[in-house]
Nanobody, 124 residues
Framework: HVQLVESGGGSVQAGGSLTLSCAIF????????MGWVRQAPGKEREGVAVIASDGRTNYANSVKGRFTISKDNAKNTHYLQMNSLKPEDTAMYYCTARCWSKLEDVLVDMDFGYWGQGTQVTVS
């Protein structure tokens, strides 16, 4: 059984920062990667960032240089530090885990095994 619990969403002004957290409860020990996917109203889902168990990362071009994904193995938690936020970053952000695709592909096909419930980020 795997459960993902997100926190840290909210409202912020453009140019501001937010940090999202995702705690993973994984009795299967099958989490080989962790990531974030977002969906804005009326738009398709977009893979934002992913981090592998060995620390390799990948980012969507739209967030490169502004967002940083990291993980704390001891806490089984990963984070998305979002800086220089823009109104177009407004979306529901979903925590994800267990990549079925390669790290370089999973942000496109979003083939994750587990998904959280989502946390709203609003940038005005």
């Amino acid at each position: 059984h795997v459960q993902l619990v997100e926190s840290g969403g909210g409202s912020v002004q453009a140019g501001g920062s937010l940090t999202l957290s995702c705690a993973i409860f994984d009795s299967t020990r099958s989490t080989n990667c962790m990531g974030w996917v977002r969906q804005a109203p009326g738009k398709e889902r977009e893979g934002v960032a992913v981090i592998a168990s060995d620390g390799r990362t990948n980012y969507a071009n739209s967030v490169k240089g502004r967002f940083t994904i990291s993980k704390d193995n001891a806490k089984n938690t990963h984070y998305l530090q979002m800086n220089s936020l823009k109104p177009e970053d407004t979306a529901m952000y979903y925590c994800t885990a267990r990549c079925w695709s390669k790290l370089e592909d999973v942000l496109v096909d979003m083939d994750f095994g587990y998904w959280g419930q989502g946390t709203q980020v609003t940038v005005s």
